[in-house]
């Protein structure tokens, strides 16, 4: 198999969470370090566009997504696996709350607190990619008394699920399901540290932390980005692996260079590499014409109702994307969620 590179920086949540997957699998990788904001001219080569951390690179093959690169990860190298004990359901559901509840009140009050330590392009950047106004920094003080109260909640919760004899979040193994709400709770003791005491009052989250924390990373060493830029253009395109079992029961999120690429695939949020497309955070043109080329499904509806289109008008997209999608959808009369009419 051609080298395993991640695409990351080292304070990244999600990409400490793919850490501790080659940490469980025993196994040797190069490390590609991406700028925080944008531009990342040496990534967005490889995704299309995409500029989320991480994303995996196996010869020219590029895995976008966490839960996609886990499960690449298990195909490839099933022992020991990320799913132990039957089946992913459990996996699913923890890594999506962890991921889209809890992850809300850990990235508020994280940079909050620590906003002195954070460059104010930083926050200009994701309130870019969310399609947000930028907060003052009074308004970021403001909010985190609100964040806090609801951590302490969450965090309660997590304190009971570990109130048995478990060692891990679902028995005595651990799995994807823990890499998914640890990042989450790693990424409090982040930056200053501003937000680490937040963990205290919590022994069992503690102990276990500890446990996942030895698990340690792997074997890692680094590789400079026109390096793994190279090794992209030098290599043979694998096709994709599609369906099995596991995927379905999860979602799939793939994109790779040129043919093969899975443009259905759907991530923990029912959204396709489509929906991706015309969010703040990419927004080519191009990469969104490409995907219908390759037959991306313009009508695909996510986990909340909403097409790529409805999307596009949400963040108000450039007229050159809506103009894209809605030839995509080849009606004069297009119907979004709502049933309004949009006449073209
Ligand atoms: N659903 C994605 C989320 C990844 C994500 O949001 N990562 C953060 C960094 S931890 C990010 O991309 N931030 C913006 C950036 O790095 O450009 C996944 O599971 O990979």
């Given at each position: ?5 991640l695409h990351h920086?080292?304070?990244s949540?999600y990409a400490?969470?793919i ?34 951390t991480p994303v995996l ?288």
């Open positions: 198999m051609a080298e395993l590179i920086y080292d304070i949540p400490e969470k850490r501790l997957c080659f940490g469980l699998k025993g196994l040797a990788w190069r490390s590609v370090i991406v700028p925080m904001v944008l531009p990342k001219p040496n990534l967005t080569p490889l995704t299309g566009g995409f500029r989320r690179q196996i010869g020219a093959d590029i895995y976008c997504d966490t839960l996609r690169i886990a499960l690449e990860l298990d195909r490839r190298c099933p022992e020991p696996s990320l799913l132990p004990e039957g089946g992913s359901g459990f996996d699913g559901i923890l890594a999506t709350w962890a991921e889209r509840v809890l992850m809300w009140p850990t990235a508020r009050y994280v940079t909050g607190m620590n906003r002195d330590a954070l460059s104010e392009s930083f926050f200009r950047d994701r309130s870019a990619m969310r399609g947000h106004p930028t907060p003052t920094m009074e308004q970021v003080a403001a909010g985190l008394p609100h964040q806090e109260g609801q951590l302490h909640l969450m965090l309660g919760w997590v304190e009971d699920l570990l109130g048995d004899e478990r060692l891990y979040a679902a028995g005595r193994m651990p799995r994807l399901a823990d890499f998914a709400l640890y990042q989450r709770l790693w990424w409090l003791r982040a930056l200053d540290g501003k937000a680490a005491h937040s963990l205290a009052g919590y022994p069992r989250i503690r102990d276990w932390m500890a446990r996942i924390a030895a698990i340690g990373h792997g074997e890692r060493s680094e590789l400079t980005p026109q390096d793994a830029l190279r090794i992209a253009t030098d290599a043979r395109i694998d096709a994709p692996a599609r369906g099995g079992e596991t995927q379905r029961e999860l979602g799939r999120h793939h994109a790779s260079r040129g043919d093969g690429a899975d443009v259905g695939a759907r991530n923990e949020g029912g959204q396709t590499p489509l929906h991706e497309a015309v969010a703040p955070s990419s927004g080519e043109p191009g990469v969104v014409k490409a995907l219908i080329r390759a037959g991306a499904d313009a009508r695909a509806r996510d986990a909340g109702e909403e097409t790529p289109l409805d999307k596009a008008k949400r963040f108000a997209r450039a007229p050159a994307i809506l103009k894209v999608l809605w030839d995509a959808m080849a009606s004069p009369a297009v119907r979004d969620k709502t049933g309004e009419g949009d006449e073209q």
